[in-house]
């Protein structure tokens, strides 16, 4: 849930569904992957070695012989054939990211024992331009951060919300056509399972980050005994009836354990963006400032929305929180807004890869389970939430795009188990804003002596090779290379 991830964060979803554990859905005989055709790939900034390639899958797998869609996959090969264990599968964040120049970026990396010991592989997952992409077409405004995460009024009425909600509902219903409806994190791990075939792979390895950490869990659920190594690096609750809707949740933990590292940060001797001269300064001054601003926005040219008001100035929190290098970006803002001013407009993608990854994310969070209908339902959640966790204000418990979506999900929501191989690392940051310890050890419960957890005494979203520990790097490394794990969890400094 990183960069587009942490630009657009979760949209979410619950329960209304019936439980039970998922199982792979038949395809037919026939319809086996073809080998991939490796050409050039399409981009800046690439690795030379990194090729491209396109899978034709089923768009609905109960219907196998129907329509296909497109997947597109990366890779770069092995840097030491002889060392060569197989494909590691680069799982990104979202939903709604991809991975497909992972191999030439975050790959790289690696150590050289891992990138020897595996052929780097990305791809887009469904829905996903280059693959076969889809678009509700939404209004532009509703494209706001602030919208795509239900930020309530500044008096906490989720009117709005619900509106936007239904807005963006009927966008997809009207414009998203039948992909839309077949865009899960089961179809992903199907997808993924064809992946594996197409490579000509008996055993597919993976290092799924956030919800890609979701979805390898998931490939590891349907598809157990071919999965190898599986490292599951930032992960969420895998509530087995609403999914995705208690990330969402999440985040009034996620800030509560990371605020005081940005607010200790923010208020020391010689740090030029210091706002405050304690810690404990920083909390009222930035509850205080956003309540002004949303009395009082402050136009912000060239921003979307156009103005800086209270729950821009939360997004942008939130936004920072996920690595401690972006603290600065917060602190300017909040200099800046106190005088009465503001920053240059941040930038943002472009409107189709906005509308692209939108539209992603809210076909897979809304088919993997269903949202409540009723307004009540989240105007009960939001005051409760505000009150307890005021600097979040009420989002993480108000309706999103999900709670008007126009489909019943096909299928029950994933159930992760300790029924597999034990296979499974979870490399974990103590604190981090998106995936909370706290929800991560619920996934560490679920999967039982299939895994073991690395805990690192570190800040920040995404923790191997990222904002975690030497320690941590260490074990994971170790694991991918040599399939060596610690006995028991461990606790990294």
């Known amino acids: 849930m990183k960069q587009i991830t942490r630009n657009a964060a979760l949209i979410a979803a619950t329960a209304g569904v019936v439980l039970g554990l998922a199982t792979p859905l038949t395809a037919s005989a026939t319809d086996a992957p073809a080998p991939l055709k490796w050409t050039d790939c399409e981009g800046d900034g690439l690795d030379p070695r990194q090729r491209c390639a396109t899978l034709s899958v089923p768009m609905d797998y109960s219907d196998p012989d129907g329509r296909k869609i497109d997947i597109a996959v990366s890779r770069i090969p092995s840097e030491k054939p002889s060392a060569r264990r197989g494909a590691l599968l680069m799982v990104a964040g979202g939903p709604g990211g991809d991975s497909l120049g ?11 024992e891992v990138r020897d010991a595996y052929d780097l592989i990305g791809f887009a997952p469904r829905g996903n331009s280059p693959s076969t992409a889809v678009s509700c077409e939404a209004a532009h405004d509703d494209l706001a951060l602030t919208k795509r995460l239900p930020w309530p009024a500044p008096n906490g009425s989720v009117t709005e919300s619900m509106a936007t909600a239904r807005r963006m509902s009927k966008a997809c219903a009207r414009n998203g056509g039948e992909l839309i409806r077949h865009i899960s994190t089961l179809n992903n791990a199907r997808d993924v399972d064809r992946i594996r075939a197409a490579l000509g792979e008996r055993k597919l390895s993976a290092w799924g980050v956030s919800y890609g950490s979701y979805l390898a869990a998931a490939y590891g659920e349907l598809f157990p005994h071919r999965t190898d190594r599986v490292v599951l690096d930032s992960t969420g609750d895998p509530d087995p009836v609403r999914a995705e809707r208690t990330w969402l949740r999440a985040f009034e933990v996620g800030v509560e354990d990371n605020f005081p590292e940005f607010a200790k940060w923010a208020s020391a001797p010689g740090n030029p963006y210091r706002v405050a001269g304690t810690a404990a300064e920083v909390r009222p001054l930035f509850l205080r400032l956003a309540a002004r601003l949303d009395r009082e926005p402050l136009p912000w040219p060239g921003a979307h929305p156009a103005e800086l008001n209270g729950n821009v100035l939360r997004q942008t929190m939130l936004s920072n929180l996920y690595d401690p290098d972006d603290y600065p970006v917060l602190a300017q803002l909040v200099l800046a807004a106190r005088e009465g001013t503001v920053p240059p407009a941040p930038p943002s993608p472009p409107e189709s890869a906005l509308q692209n990854y ?85 996934m560490r419960a679920a999967l039982g002596g299939r895994a073991v957890m690395v805990v690192n005494d570190s800040t920040g979203h995404d923790a191997y090779l990222a904002n975690g520990t030497e320690c941590g790097d260490r074990l994971v490394s170790r694991f991918l290379s040599t399939g060596e794990r610690p006995e028991g969890d461990v606790h990294c400094k």
């Open 102 to 112: 992972d191999p030439s970026g975050k790959g790289q990396k690696l150590p050289q």
């Open 358 to 442: 939108t539209a992603v994310a809210a076909g897979t969070i809304c088919n993997d389970a269903a949202w409540p209908r009723s307004a009540g339902v989240y105007r009960k959640g939001v005051t409760e939430s505000r009150a307890k966790y005021p600097l979040t204000a009420g989002m993480p418990r108000n309706a999103m795009v999900c709670a008007a979506w126009p489909w019943q999900p096909k299928e029950a929501p994933l159930r992760v188990t300790d029924r597999g191989p034990s296979n499974v690392m979870l490399i974990q940051n103590a604190r981090d804003v998106a995936t909370p310890l706290s929800a991560a050890r619920k």
